[in-house]
């Protein structure tokens, strides 16, 4: 009876923009590679922000940059406007590229840090928040600010990033899977593919 302790979260992504998912491997490298020049360029009167605090950020071993959504959309309105619209798919892509950035402008490292640390973004968003009354499906997968009580919470459950898998009767191992974030699982093969 332990598996009945929890109920399960299922998902289902019922609002795919089939257009995006079209041209996807396309507008994901190009969506990371101005992400990686957002963070390596951004400036103001000549102080590079976002590069000086990730380096400054990763050497005192703290793995993430807070960056400010008003810069983004002075650097790149596009760019910002799919962050806000797809805030799933191109904030992992957001991590990616800082996590490249901070590889470049971190060097040489330690021998002993050769494998790099993963980097979170924290967004700050100075946008007029919506009151929850005012919520509709239309903002369902986007990025909004609100403002109110958190009047319950639930207990902190663990996810994986990555998983590495085993077959039962072959033993064959695939590991390093990646996750996807929010609350999609992964769905495991029906068989290995040695057989």
Known sequence: MAGFDHSGIFFSDNFVDNNFEYEN????????????????????????????????????????????LRHLSDYDDNLCDHLKKQPTELLSLFEEAAKEVADEITRPRPDDEIDMHDIQIMLMYDAHPLHL?????????????????????SSIRTKASHIAIQCRSCRNIISNIKVKPGLEGYALPRKCNSM
Do not use: C, P, Q
């Open 133 to 153: 009354r005012h919520l509709k499906s239309e903002y369902v997968s986007k990025l909004i600010k609100t403002v109110g009580i958190v009047i319950a919470a």
């Open 25 to 68: 491997e396309f507008n994901r490298a190009s969506i990371k590679k101005k992400f990686k020049m957002f963070i390596r360029e951004f400036h103001i009167n000549n102080l590079f922000i976002y590069r000086e605090m990730l380096r400054r950020n990763y050497n005192s071993r703290r793995y993430w940059i807070d960056i400010e």
